[in-house]
């Protein structure tokens, strides 16, 4: 049966684990906010219909690949 400390070393892993856990728990609760993206019926179609027919990459963004791709290149 193993160890279990007890009084003063007991508390100290106590606190440590509340130091711990506590902003951990917030911080879960924060992704699980930003997560769920809520949208009506029509932005939800919208939405959809853009993930199965993408528009045209912007030419910003064309040149934005060709440099990455170069800069990866030299990597």
Same mark, same amino acid.
């Given at each position: 049966?193993?160890?279990? /400390? ?47 027919? /993408? /528009? ?13 791709r170069r800069l990866a290149k030299r990597a």
């Amino acid at each position: 049966m193993p160890h279990k /400390p007890s009084g003063a070393a007991a508390l100290r892993r106590s606190v440590s684990d509340d130091v711990i856990a506590t902003p951990r728990a917030a911080v879960q609760r924060g992704i699980a906010k930003m997560a769920v993206i809520r949208l009506s019926r029509e932005a939800s179609e919208r939405f959809a219909a853009t993930l199965i027919d /993408p /528009p045209d990459l912007a030419p910003a963004m064309q040149r934005a690949f060709v440099h990455h791709r170069r800069l990866a290149k030299r990597a």
